[in-house]
């Protein structure tokens, strides 16, 4: 089975090394796709240099910031053009521990999950070294988001997941709406309407050590307000279920 690890970035310079050498060396073998949106760093020269030595490294370079959404679209499109079997987001940050995709992975290849989401709040609250006022933003938004839409989903905002080629196929990502940090929110939903097994597997979040958030209180708004327009539109939407 092969996999394919997602990796957007933006100024990255200070983690792309070191992300990109922990993920090569885990016992399951991974690909990595970086789309880096013409880091001002040299964060894709970096990676360029890196793929002499590393095989399993491919990058795509998009002219500027376009959005993480897109940066994703883009991401899958490339990996279904190609055999891959699960494909995977994830962080350049090391919020997300580069050893969770073996559990992941596990969740779908070996227990028969679809989608296999890394959450920080399956098992209580799992986040180190942020405020207190990200958390219950984050963990509030997450409550929101199950009320509005009826997920039985903790963590609905998680960007570490793992997804089962055939999911892809069907959801077709070009067609999400979102484009920010509402777009994840917006593709556990699909899968969800879709009848796919989504399981959640326990994770520890631990906030960047090296560089700069790109999360802000506009873009998490952007991301509730979307909320009430996906369910607005999944009223008037078709969803087959398998």
């Known amino acids: 089975m092969s996999n394919i ?6 100024k990255e310079r200070e983690n792309i090394e070191a992300i990109i050498k922990a993920i090569s060396t ?9 789309i880096d949106d013409n880091s001002p760093d040299g964060t894709a020269d970096i ?30 499109k490339w990996a279904l053009e190609r055999t891959y079997d699960y494909i995977y987001e994830m962080d350049a940050d090391f919020s ?21 989401i890394g959450s920080r709040y399956i098992s ?3 986040v180190v070294n942020w405020p207190l006022s990200r958390v219950l933003m984050s963990y509030i938004a997450s409550i929101y988001v199950r009320i509005i839409t009826g997920m039985r989903i903790m963590d609905t905002t998680a960007g570490f997941k793992c997804y089962r080629r055939e999911v892809l196929e069907n959801i077709r990502p070009a067609q999400i709406k979102s484009k920010g940090y509402g777009f994840q929110i917006e593709m556990k939903f699909a899968a969800w309407k879709l009848g796919y097994k989504v399981v959640e597997v326990p994770i520890i979040f631990t906030d960047r050590r090296l560089g700069a958030s790109k999360m802000t209180g506009g873009i998490f708004n952007e991301a ?15 969803y087959p279920k398998r």
């Open 5 to 10: 690890v997602i990796i957007p970035t933006y």
């Open 26 to 34: 885990l016992s399951v073998p991974f690909d990595i796709l970086i």
């Open 47 to 76: 990676v360029k240099s890196m793929q002499l030595s590393f095989p399993n490294l491919h990058l795509l370079e998009r002219p500027g910031k376009m959005g993480l959404g897109t940066a994703y679209i883009t991401g899958f």
């Open 96 to 116: 997300h521990d580069p050893r969770d995709l073996v559990r992941l992975y596990a969740a779908c290849n070996v227990d028969g999950a679809d989608l296999a």
């Open 124 to 126: 209580g609250v799992n």
């Open 224 to 238: 509730l307000w979307g909320v009430l327009r996906m369910k607005l539109r999944s009223i008037f939407t078709g």
